[in-house]
């Protein structure tokens, strides 16, 4: 059974930072193409960084220079840190495996997603 964890999200200032996790159990990180998503009230679900089998990392323009995909094997595990978070980085961040992954484009109906953690940017 697959299942992947996010935590880390909170409440956060703007300026500050966080770095969230996704845990992954019964699938290998490092053989799946690896995305943070999120999501905001009333907008689409949107992939902000994915890092691939191969380790080449893609960011939404909206988040370059401030937010960063990274993996540890070894914990089967894959982080995003986020800094210098504004307010409309506010969003259900949600961690997923597999599936075509590409910057921009709708999320693919393929793939595993963990349940997502809150992120609020708000002074």
């Known amino acids: 059974q697959v299942q992947l964890v996010e935590s880390g999200g909170d409440l956060v200032q ?8 996704c845990v992954a159990s019964g699938l290998i990180v490092n053989i799946y193409d690896m995305g943070w998503y999120r999501q905001a009230p009333g907008k689409q679900r949107e992939l902000v960084a994915g ?17 960063t995909i990274s993996r ?3 914990k089967n595990t ?3 840190q986020m800094n210098a978070l504004e307010p409309d980085d ?8 597999g599936g075509t992954q590409r910057i921009g484009a709708p999320p693919s ?10 992120v609020t940017v708000s002074s």
């Open 51 to 67: 890092i691939t089998v191969g380790g080449s990392r893609n960011y939404a323009d909206s988040v370059k220079g401030r937010f």
């Open 72 to 74: 540890d094997n070894a």
């Open 14 to 21: 703007p300026g500050g930072s966080l770095r969230l996790s």
């Open 90 to 97: 506010t969003a259900v961040y949600y961690c997923k495996a």
């Open 109 to 118: 109906s393929r793939g595993y997603w963990g349940q997502g953690t809150q």
């Open 78 to 80: 894959v982080y995003l």
